[in-house]
């Protein structure tokens, strides 16, 4: 599935490229030199295919990392003032505070529940995952799973997916594009 996408997107790798030693600094700022920055390299591409987009997913979320502003332009803002300027270092360093921020809360310290807290709201991921387990919190969210419209036109929606399938798999596609970019095996950062 992705594997292919992957593959068919020359393109979207090559930006990807462009923008690893900002997203490499960024995080070196906020988890230290050890930290796999490829995965954040990785959700630039599940997110935009390192394309500076505005979305119209109803949300209006920004840039290469979709970061919502409804829901971040007032803490970003005070801490990084450029931070919705294209290719500005106050664009990646906010992404990589929210993911620090999001992994403090990750009592799992797992990473597939940090980037899952990013793209979906953080306590929603952290009840589910109390046992630490990707396939635990799956089957605890499809407890209660809740239709989402990932693609509408003309105001009509052509297909829905569960709010389950949708952040579970985004941390496996956010595994498998950083394994693209990755450049040492880690011991301390856990994906899984």
């Known amino acids: 599935m992705l594997t292919a996408r992957v593959d068919s997107s020359k393109a979207g790798l090559k930006r990807c490229y462009k923008l690893k030693q900002k997203v490499r600094k960024a995080h070196i700022y906020y988890f230290g030199f050890d930290y796999p920055y490829w995965f954040s390299l990785a959700q630039l591409f599940v997110e ?3 394309r500076w987009i505005l979305s119209k997913d109803g949300w209006g979320s920004l840039g290469y990392a979709q970061i919502t502003p409804r829901f971040w332009d007032k803490e970003l803002s005070k801490l990084f003032p450029a931070w ?3 290719d500005s270092t106050d664009y990646f360093m ?3 505070y929210i993911l620090w921020k999001y992994h403090k809360l990750n009592k799992c ?3 597939y529940i940090t980037y899952q807290c990013y793209n979906r709201s953080c306590y929603k991921v952290l009840r589910e995952n109390k046992s630490c387990s990707w396939r635990q919190g799956y089957k605890n969210c499809l407890r209660h799973p809740r239709k989402v419209c990932v693609w509408k036109r003309n105001e009509k929606c052509l297909q829905y997916r569960t709010n389950c399938s949708i952040n579970y798999f985004y941390s496996k596609k956010i595994y498998r594009a950083g394994k693209l970019w990755e450049e040492w095996k880690t011991r301390r950062w ?3």
């Open 48 to 50: 935009s295919h390192c």
């Open 84 to 86: 919705k300027t294209k």
């Open 94 to 96: 906010s992404q990589a």
């Open 109 to 111: 310290k797992k990473l």
């Open 190 to 192: 856990k994906f899984w």
